[in-house]
């Protein structure tokens, strides 16, 4: 599967963005999915991920800020971001697996290619 991350763009804390992530491939529905981001200096995080069958789970920085969702006729995930704080700053990825859903990284075959989130106090 292809896949290919968009809606990254410059906004001032407080506000909201939505990323886009678009797959390829028919078999879409059947990929548990995430996204990962990667601040400037710092590790690749965890920051969402959504099931096949929907169930949602993220990390305690985002959680209630952000949401995950999926359209598997449009073979999209969504990362809605609200409230953006500063440190929300990064290129942000996602990413595809047919495995479990992990928080890490190693477990997803396939990466979009990244769309830079800037977030100004």
């Known amino acids: 599967v292809q896949l290919q991350a968009s809606g990254g763009g410059l906004v001032q804390a407080g506000e909201s963005l939505r990323l886009s992530c678009a797959a390829s491939?028919?078999?879409?529905?059947?990929?548990?999915m995430g996204w990962f981001r990667q601040a400037p200096g710092k590790e690749r995080e965890f920051v969402a991920a959504?099931?096949?069958?929907?169930?949602?789970s993220y990390p305690n920085p985002v959680k209630g800020r952000f949401t995950i969702s999926r359209d598997n006729a449009k073979n999209t995930v969504y990362l809605q971001m609200n409230n953006l704080k500063p440190e929300d700053t990064a290129v942000y990825y996602c990413?595809?697996?047919?495995?479990?859903?992990?928080?890490?990284?190693?477990?997803?075959?396939?990466w979009g290619q990244g769309t830079l989130v800037t977030v100004s106090s």
């Open positions: 990413a595809a697996t047919i495995g479990l859903v992990t928080t890490s990284g190693s477990n997803y075959q396939y």
């Open positions: 491939g028919r078999t879409f529905s059947r990929y548990n």
């Open positions: 959504i099931t096949s069958g929907s169930i949602t």
